[in-house]
């Protein structure tokens, strides 16, 4: 722990709740303080994302905490199971019934005979780790209790770890949809989680397949794999060759034929931009790029930079590895904040990240890749980082901002 | 079907806040809590740096409030508890990150604030601090925020301009001079009350929390008055008055005009000037604006949810304009509202009183008691499908004096009359969100000549078969005037997602 000037790591419960947040239908109940939960549902804003699930909290007081009663949660759960009919509830902890010991798995245990609603416990205080953490949680859980065997498989694929708390989440959402459509002819089934319904997860292990698309999902699309022979593939689409080389791995993973027409006229588009952009670039005394985001974003960008000749020292990441960590020495989990004002406080040709990263650089030659995002809108959805589109997009931006120097 | 009286209390029961209780456990979106609270005072001090200590969504939030609040300019700090911390104490690495604040930017002062998890374990954080001020430059200042305590976001604010007597020292007074204490909005030179003692030569020595820097705070200390526009800076002017010899009067958001006269006499009284007579017209204004109230609103029914003022003062001058209160929803129960509680009784009126901020149920409570108005925020669209007319009143916080009545009456016979002439508008929401009737003579108040985007969408429903008709249920076609979020969002009745949708401009 030490103090932190601009924004902190948000916790593994924020991840949990923002991953849950953009369902419908879903239903979570959380004991604690109120404010805990007002000030989540209002964070949400603060993501460019709307909230769409039913959150509700019980508040707790002194006499409750000294006495650890949890009349008001076994109250609250009733109330909802009676007057909504949900299909399940999360009964969730605030970092106040995590710290005094308030056991939920029993509580849900308890109450669960009692009421027709499926109780989903999640015990987390925020004290466990990152918001990565919480949203690798979450997915595992909705897997775990919500998701139905649904047969027969079907031609459509799942996208695992689409979630609200990524910059650009529905930009990129649609771009993967675009290119699984042109170059598979193939429609997505469910998205987990970005704005999608309690019933599309439900009927997730339809799908013939998995694309996780965040490290977060692959323990949710491991478990969809030993139970439901589903398979799947990890990674990000970023840059041309990024983006190739994520289409063929999917096309050779699950049998695929691609459309080359079309895959053949994106490359000659970006190409065409690319030369250009690589001529603008002689001109750079310095081509350092700085990336800070969450792991996949940042990650991904870096080979995209790369790809259109810049280079890339560091790539900072805003949270702890989510399973091992990667070999790459270049990646830098969670660096101090001094460690990422000295990389923009000398010579830098751009710098890709967050509020703090911008806040930081003074918003000098700054792209917005990662929350927080607080000053902008964000609901166009076709201004992607990933895919054919993304890497036009950033290509785009990149040569105006070359064409603004003169 | 729901038995209110099961639920909760009548007016004639309630003596404490034990009576005061709430419609469910479950509630929706519940009350903000006092680290709310005391962002929203301390972000209005430019240079005051703050360390919030608390989990990772306390620190988040409270920064991204802040944040907001001071377009990217705040000095709010985050100091992050884990177990280990909350196992061993945090002692040590708070007073290693008020080092680290201070040998960066060399602030004046820090607040440190403390949030749920940190008084649970109950660490002596205020020893520690005293103990080790010496041993900085920069004045420290502690605000304790527990929520389990307590019930809403008001004892933050309390605490934090509470908190602020510690920058202040006895200095020679200017007399003729005043602070004005609670006012949480820029532009308070332009108040009626400020306004007016310009007139007579008062000066102004300090506006806390808004227009603030340290300095300003400090340079309070010389006033011979203090003005106090908001409840929650009461204890900072009860302090001020007993360390620095500072009387105060509570110039609160009232509406009757008895009282505001009773206000201005006191100020007239401790500063030897003469306010009242600049005032005459505002005054006649306001008993024309009543007349005008009463002939509207007799035999009215409202539910009252949440305005700038007290809960049972707006309720009671509600009453007194002939209007009958069915439900009123409160904070918490306070002894100051006695007074107004008991004048409502008075009246023959009993109505039911429930904890705010829990909309869910609610929603079957406008069923039940079919009211003609509602007072504050809630899902527009929820309670224009029910045929109640919403108002809110957040321009009163701009306000002192007879201007807030006087603006208060403006907006809901305002909202109401919108209301009975365009029924088919949402006028109360119109209104909140700062879309109200074009002014007259503009492009768009006139219909354009051009097919719109309603007229096309009509041609397309006839091309896939289907008719084009306006919804039966409201009898409102398209909500064309908002953007399609927000009218997406509204028709949902998802209330975070519609302030999402409203321009960024609007955020405080």
Redesign the interface.
Known sequence: MSATRYFPTPSDRMGFLWTLTSIEDCYVIEFGPAGTTHFAVEGVMELNAEHRMNVYTTHLSEVDITFGRYDKLAGAVREIDAAHRPGYIFVMASSVSALIGVDIESICLELQDGVEARLIPAPYGGYDGDYNLGVERALLALAQYVMKDCRPRERIYNLVGCNIDACHFESDRTEIETMMEKVFGLKRNACLTAYTSIEEIEKAPQAQFNLVIRAEGIKTAEFMKQKWGIPYVYGRPYGLSGTLSWLYGVAEEFGLAPDMDYLTGQAEEIRKYLGQYKRMLRRASCRDAVIYGDFDTAWGISGLLEELGLSVRSVFVKHAPTGEKPEEERVVFKPPEDRLKDSVSGEYYAAFGDDTLRQLCGGKRFFQIANPDMDRYRFYPLTPLVGFHGALYLLQELMNREREKG | MLNLDEKISRLADVKSNEEVR?L?????????????GVAMIASFISDLAV?VV???????????FA??NQA?KDNF??????????TFG?GK?LL??LR??EA?EKPEAVMVVTT??LE??GEDLESLLLESQPKFSARLLLVST????C?S?IPGMERALFSLAGLLEKKEKISKSMNILGHRRHGVEKTEVISALRKEGVSLCGIIPSNCRIADIQEASRASLNVVTDFTALKLAGEMEKKLGIPFVYFGRHLEKERIDREYCKIEELLGVSLLPHLEEKREELSLLEEKAKALFAGKSFIYGNTPMMAFEVSEYLCSLGMVPLFIQIREYYEEERPDMDRILARGYNPYIAQL?NI?PMQEVYDLLKPDLYLGHENPMALFQKGIVQITADEAIEKIGYEVPLSFLRKIIGVYESALNSPGVPAGMMSMMGMGMPPAGTALEKPSSRPGAEYWLGKLRELAGGESVPDKKTGFSGLGEMPP?MAE?LAKG?M??V??AMP?GGKP
């Open positions: 709430s469910s456990y479950a509630k929706f979106p519940g009350t903000h809590c006092p680290l709310f360390l608390g989990t990772g969504e306390c620190t988040y939030y409270s920064k991204g944040y907001g990217g700090h985050s100091l992050v508890v884990g177990k280990t911390d909350l945090c690495k290693e990150a680290q604040i960066g749920c998890v649970v374990i527990e929520h389990f305590k019930g976001h901020a869910a979020v969002a998802n975070p997602a302030s999402h960024k």
